[in-house]
């Protein structure tokens, strides 16, 4: 278990949520979560919980270090936390900032009332990794904002800012995220009964319609996926089922995904793509050198289209070839690329042309004698 940082203002136990870069809600961390709560259950001056995150956000989720380890599901996994948040006698404030995502959302739905700084971003992107939502995300987002929205965001992946969620939040803080929120906790702390999502109805002038439209579209846009599907069938559960039974639906759909060939080539392209961002044996502080100019042999398709990659990052760049035809074809190919997005209007005309003008063509080695790369 990790001890997470706990701090008590004006009679607020606020714990905040400790797993950098963005508290993915590992084991130690939900643990933390639980003690933090026993702790303040126990004090008598602590009139109300806030839970916030540290650094670039609220939470992102699930941790990934941990997917496919015993740790990942663990006790208390992140749908007992949730239900111990939603069944505590103190009421819980979600402060949320930088970003609430999938988990961490889930996380922030379970507690009885959410603030958040304006511009955080909201979502639940499990659906891109052949998932959904797995601790009562499809469940409770459709009670907190509405069906037509809540649908949108769980089939989509994206996410929104906060200020667009009504409903979701209780209240947008401008200021400093601590103090409203402490702020907004004091005056709720004597408010009962405590409010739980589970016990909200789903909003919709036509529930039934939009579900049966919904489901047409996605099926047609899934091309073979099966999660997009299964998220509309949970949602769908959210409105027509009692809450307990709605949850498991949910669990049972994501258990068939998790073993599901897309979900398992999704997850593999998606640490693969994060593997990428790291060297093996290469320090994150070793210096970098300093790339004024650039050079390239070979002026064919892939030569001269890394030439326009160094030119559109305003680097200069001298592209060599041995003979004059293939350069002159080089060439023509990065003026026609600048030119085309001038026409778009991705850039001005004359930006397109200082872009192209970086490109050096040569064919002589002695030019390219002076490159950084």
Same mark, same amino acid.
């Given at each position: 278990?990790?001890?997470?940082?706990? *701090?008590?203002?004006?009679?607020?136990? %606020?714990?905040?949520?400790?797993?950098?870069?963005?508290?993915?809600?590992?084991?130690?961390?939900?643990?933390?979560?639980?003690?933090?709560? *026993?702790?303040?259950?126990?004090?008598?001056?602590?009139?109300? !919980?806030?839970?916030?995150?540290?650094?670039?956000?609220?939470?992102?989720?699930?941790?990934?270090?941990?997917?496919?380890?015993?740790?990942?599901?663990?006790?208390?996994?992140?749908?007992?936390?949730?239900?111990?948040?939603?069944?505590?006698?103190?009421?819980?404030?979600? $402060?949320?900032?930088?970003?609430?995502?999938?988990?961490?959302?889930?996380? =922030?739905?379970?507690?009885?009332?959410?603030? =958040?700084?304006?511009?955080?971003?909201?979502?639940?992107?499990?659906?891109?990794?052949?998932?959904?939502? /797995?601790?009562?995300?499809?469940?409770?987002?459709?009670?907190?904002?509405?069906?037509?929205?809540?649908?949108?965001?769980?089939?989509?992946?994206?996410?929104?800012?906060?200020?667009?969620?009504?409903?979701?939040?209780?209240?947008?803080?401008?200021? *400093?995220? !601590?103090? /409203?929120? !402490?702020?907004?906790?004091?005056?709720?702390?004597?408010?009962?009964?405590?409010?739980?999502?589970?016990?909200?109805?789903?909003?919709?002038?036509?529930?039934?319609?939009?579900?049966? %439209?919904?489901?047409?579209?996605?099926?047609? %846009?899934?091309?073979?996926?099966?999660?997009?599907?299964?998220?509309?069938?949970?949602?769908?559960?959210? @409105?027509?089922?009692?809450?307990?039974?709605?949850?498991? @639906?949910?669990?049972?759909?994501?258990?068939?995904?998790?073993?599901?060939?897309?979900?398992?080539?999704?997850?593999?392209?998606?640490?693969?793509?994060? $593997?990428?961002?790291?060297?093996?044996? !290469?320090?994150?502080?070793?210096?970098?050198?300093?790339?004024?100019?650039?050079?390239?042999?070979?002026? /064919?398709?892939?030569?001269?289209?890394?030439?326009?990659?160094?030119?559109?990052?305003?680097?200069?760049?001298?592209?060599?070839?041995?003979?004059?035809?293939?350069?002159?074809?080089?060439?023509?190919?990065?003026? /026609?690329?600048?030119?085309?997005?001038?026409?778009?209007?991705?850039?001005?005309?004359?930006?397109?042309?200082?872009?192209?003008?970086?490109?050096?063509?040569?064919?002589?080695?002695?030019?390219?004698?002076?490159?950084?790369?």
């Amino acid at each position: 278990m990790k001890d997470l940082p706990f *701090d008590v203002r004006d009679g607020v136990a %606020v714990i905040t949520l400790e797993n950098p870069p963005v508290n993915g809600l590992s084991h130690a961390l939900r643990s933390g979560i639980v003690a933090g709560l *026993d702790r303040a259950n126990a004090d008598p001056e602590i009139r109300a !919980v806030v839970l916030i995150g540290t650094g670039k956000g609220f939470s992102g989720g699930a941790d990934i270090t941990e997917f496919g380890k015993p740790s990942a599901m663990a006790a208390p996994n992140l749908r007992t936390v949730i239900d111990i948040i939603e069944a505590n006698g103190k009421p819980v404030v979600a $402060a949320v900032h930088g970003l609430a995502l999938g988990g961490g959302l889930e996380l =922030a739905l379970g507690c009885h009332y959410r603030v =958040a700084s304006p511009d955080a971003s909201i979502g639940l992107p499990e659906v891109k990794l052949g998932l959904l939502p /797995g601790a009562g995300g499809t469940q409770r987002f459709p009670r907190a904002v509405g069906l037509e929205t809540a649908l949108n965001m769980i089939v989509s992946g994206e996410p929104v800012k906060s200020q667009y969620l009504k409903g979701l939040f209780d209240e947008i803080i401008e200021g *400093d995220l !601590v103090d /409203g929120a !402490v702020a907004y906790a004091n005056s709720i702390a004597d408010a009962r009964p405590l409010p739980q999502l589970r016990t909200k109805r789903v909003q919709h002038p036509n529930p039934e319609g939009f579900l049966h %439209v919904a489901a047409m579209t996605v099926q047609a %846009v899934a091309k073979g996926y099966p999660a997009p599907m299964k998220c509309v069938e949970a949602v769908k559960a959210a @409105v027509s089922e009692k809450f307990d039974r709605g949850m498991q @639906v949910e669990l049972d759909a994501f258990a068939q995904l998790l073993q599901s060939s897309e979900s398992a080539s999704l997850r593999h392209i998606f640490f693969s793509e994060r $593997a990428t961002a790291h060297i093996p044996d !290469v320090p994150r502080d070793t210096p970098t050198r300093p790339i004024e100019k650039a050079a390239v042999l070979g002026a /064919g398709t892939m030569g001269s289209g890394i030439a326009m990659c160094f030119a559109a990052a305003g680097i200069p760049v001298a592209l060599y070839e041995r003979e004059q035809a293939p350069l002159e074809r080089g060439m023509g190919a990065i003026q /026609g690329y600048f030119a085309s997005r001038a026409k778009k209007g991705k850039m001005t005309p004359e930006a397109a042309e200082q872009k192209a003008s970086l490109v050096t063509p040569t064919l002589e080695l002695s030019d390219i004698g002076d490159a950084d790369l």
